[in-house]
């Protein structure tokens, strides 16, 4: 039903990765896909465009309750219809919480490695930013430092930013997992803030388990995510929260606010795609996810044999490829790349948010895989053969 085959031209779309982008070059860089969005979303797009009045609209019901209902069917999660709150995408969401549940000076702990806007709001306001570094498993893999992260939680931690299914490694966190943290957080009355913007995308094999959902969670974590991801529609700019908390969601409410954001009137075609998408199509995401676990079993085809090594993603459409015997720093990482057509996210993007001042070895590079077949098999082509000269 869906053509994941195709690919959208984005070079004349304003497409933030193809910007200033060379014809030679193919960017997986930023975590958006090349597919077109489903054609459901596109036809509602239509009808609305064509009703030829654009004026200020609000959430109703419906659009709640699509939300909540996705969520049941998908995950298993109850959400109380009062919980929900209508949000401007995760990001922004996970700031204002952050700035709701803190002051300037309270201590805010992130795991690492992590997307660069994570890592950097944790230190905004007058935060202080604090770092727990993820373990190395004996496959290569990645869990929690449970014996740092306590540490963290005894200096006086008062929120904690999880992102969960994890970003870039691609780790779904196991029950145990999550069971093991939230001891801790419970004992130490930490609150979560828990990004799960990839839950939607979860590959054959694993089960996301959402932290709210855990005894005792439900009013320790603020839960926010997304059908950006899952639907293509990063440029939307809507997402949803969760929070139980009655005085602590009207908080977020106040300091989105304060922000700039009205919880509940989202831009007109960002609501209308968003809905739209939770209602019609969920056949839409089982495609997808059948078709980015080909993906990773091409990408991963393509790295055997190398000196390079990367551990199969459970979750979206990310590698996170370790690339630390070549030994090139950063611009050699990057002209490396560039020789085998493909531009990527060097691995310093997701320890540090001063991305731009560090010029030192590579250790990882990050690739968005979420393309047809034959674009992202003529790009790990191409890269197998660079790395073979090393």
Known sequence: MYNFDYAVPRRNLNACKYLNVGDDLLPMSIADMEFAAPEEVQQALHRRVDAANYGYTMMVEEDYNAVIDWCRKRHG???????????????????????????????????????????????????????????????GNYTFDFEDIEQHFKSGVKVMMLCSPHNPTGRVWT????????????????TVISDEIHRDLILPGNTHIVLADLPDMQERVITVFSGSKTFNLGGCHIGSAVIADSKLRQRVREKLYEF???????????????????RQCGAYADGLIAYLDKNVDLAMEYLQDLPVFAVRPQASFLLWVDCSQLKLNTEELTAMLARAGIIADPGHYYDTSDIHNYHGLQHHFRLAIGMPRKMLETAMSKLRRELQRF
């Open 77 to 139: 999660s109850e959400i109380p219809y009062d919980h929900l709150l209508a949000t401007p995408g995760v990001l922004n969401t996970m700031r204002c919480s952050m700035y709701a549940l803190t002051q300037a000076g309270d201590r805010v702990l992130v795991v690492r490695p992590l997307h660069t806007p994570s890592i950097r709001s944790a230190s905004m306001q007058g935060r202080i930013g604090c770092v727990s570094d993820l373990l190395r498993t004996a496959d």
């Open 175 to 190: 029950r145990n997992e999550l069971e093991t943290l939230s001891s801790l957080v419970i004992k130490y009355s930490v």
């Open 260 to 278: 700039g954001h009205e919880c509940g009137r989202p831009p007109l075609f960002s609501l209308i795609a968003q809905t739209t998408a939770y």
